[in-house]
């Protein structure tokens, strides 16, 4: 009996991904929807890719400026930054839209350009007609969380997506989130745009995935290094127009006085508040589906309706490309195995994050456990700490800011976990997955540094650990 599959939110990694692995299946037909216009998905289009390319425009300007070695502030064309992003984006979703629509040209596989609605718990609206679904897959990804501010309504804002497409920005702003993407984009604004910029902070240092002291020297970077202004522990109150076409921010601060109101007056408001799944106009109210909390199991099963399938951010879980696409292929395999009687198996990832904070040039990556996780499971854990400044290469490339952190077991030398705020650190994550994730022993990693290359911060971290185990 032939099994039809319709996957909502085809052209996106996750649902690429789901399309893939079962594409070879017997015995299924497979119903790809996507609506996208043009299409390609929210990495390629809106998210991780084309906010990379700007950034590097940023990071080229931050390091001649802090380069005591060269003369002169170069000045970014913003014009040729989103000309340049534009069109290395649009090849990056026409490739992404080519393999969707070559995976409907085999038997079995169509691709409908169309909206798609639940009208019951497995048949669906796909334009003038209505598909009965043996398995359905969600993967419409998110959509931006806009917060419930008292004001909000009444100023304008500007989102990330507005920020890739800008060419010219005020003098002065002010941001609301500071999460990955404000990370992300406040220092590209500061740089490239050459904005005043004052950012909210509601607690006392950013980055709440990493142990404390990288949270206070990102700080210290984004302030002394980029000349922004960062409020912390400051909590948005209401924000309102001013009569000269700017906004008004309206925050509270906790300090060792006590609360305290602030106002803060800028050019424009950027809102960069994060996402939530974007589940509307889906119809969810039409079948079983409680889309909240726990909604999803780690089988990437819909709690109420083990035959819906919710992948990557439209399930809430873990919003991040590379997760997004491991859900789908767990996802796909799950729904082979539901259909034969076998157990689903669950999902689950080492975790591995980078956020290019500091304009690319100084990135947080984070790669297995961290020191504060470790302690929390009582696990006996050695753990040790390297300053890039240790290492000459880092002077020479005039960017010596930041540190890095292992951990590994005390008892058997085990790799658990690396965090990095450092030039580079972005490209070690590779190298501490492999150790992490193979479960090596400190003591096995060889000694032998390539000098002078910025990855002797880690043969660095390897001997001290190893020293201490010892």
């Known amino acids: 009996m032939t099994t039809r599959v319709v996957v909502v939110g085809a052209y996106g990694s996750a ?18 929807v996507d609506d996208g216009e043009p299409g390609g998905g929210l990495c390629i289009l809106r998210g991780c890719m084309p906010s990379k390319e700007v950034l590097s425009a940023a990071e080229h300007r931050f390091q001649a400026r802090h380069d005591h070695r060269t003369e002169g502030v170069p000045t970014v064309d913003l014009d040729a930054v989103v000309e340049t992003k534009d069109e290395h984006i649009g090849n990056f979703a026409a490739h992404r839209r080519a393999a969707v629509h070559a995976l409907a040209e085999r038997d079995g596989v169509e691709f409908l350009d169309e909206t798609a609605a639940f009208v019951d718990d497995h048949t669906v609206a796909v334009g003038d007609r209505e598909i009965e679904a043996d398995y359905v897959v969600i993967a419409t990804g998110s959509t931006l969380n806009v917060p419930d501010l008292p004001g909000l309504d009444d100023v304008e804002y500007a989102t990330s997506a507005d920020v890739l497409d800008a060419t010219s920005f005020p003098d002065s702003g002010v941001v609301m989130g500071f999460g990955y993407v404000g990370l992300e984009l406040a220092p590209y604004l500061s740089e490239a745009a050459e904005m005043d910029l004052t950012v909210i902070e509601h607690d006392d240092a950013p980055l709440d995935e990493a142990d404390d002291r990288f949270g206070a020297e990102l700080l210290d970077i984004y302030r002394d290094a980029f000349g922004i202004e960062v409020l912390t522990n400051a909590t948005e109150r209401s924000v309102e127009p001013t009569d000269d076409g700017g906004v008004r921010l309206r925050v509270e601060r906790q300090t060792d006085a006590g609360t305290e109101a602030e106002a803060v007056e800028a050019d424009r408001l950027f809102l960069f ?52 696409k491991e859900q789908g292929f767990r996802a796909a395999e799950n729904i082979l195995a539901h259909r034969e009687g076998r157990e689903p198996e669950p999902y689950r990832n080492v975790h591995h994050h980078v956020v290019f904070s500091g304009a690319g040039v100084y990135p947080f990556a984070r790669v297995g456990v961290s020191e504060a996780a470790a302690a929390a499971g009582e696990c006996d854990y050695v753990a040790v700490t390297r300053e890039a400044s240790d290492d000459g290469v880092f002077k020479t490339k005039a960017v010596p800011e930041g540190f890095a952190k292992l951990v590994v077991d005390a008892d058997d030398g085990t790799v658990l976990g ?9 490209a070690m994550a590779k190298t501490m997955q492999i150790l992490v994730e193979n479960e090596v022993d400190v003591r096995e990693v060889p000694d032998r540094a390539y000098h002078p290359t910025t990855p002797e911060i880690l043969d660095g971290l390897f001997r001290d650990a190893t020293q201490r185990l010892d």
């Open 15 to 32: 649902g690429v991904a789901v399309a893939q692995e079962l594409v070879e299946a017997d015995d299924l037909e497979l119903t790809l």
């Open 418 to 426: 690396y965090q990095g705020l450092h030039y580079h650190a972005d």
């Open 273 to 324: 508040t994060g996402r939530r799944p974007a589940l509307d106009g889906l119809g969810l109210e039409q079948t079983a589906l409680d889309p909240g909390a726990g909604w999803v199991d780690a089988t990437m099963q819909a709690r109420d309706d083990d035959r819906v399938f919710v992948v990557g951010d439209a399930n809430g879980r873990e919003p991040i490309l590379h997760v997004a």
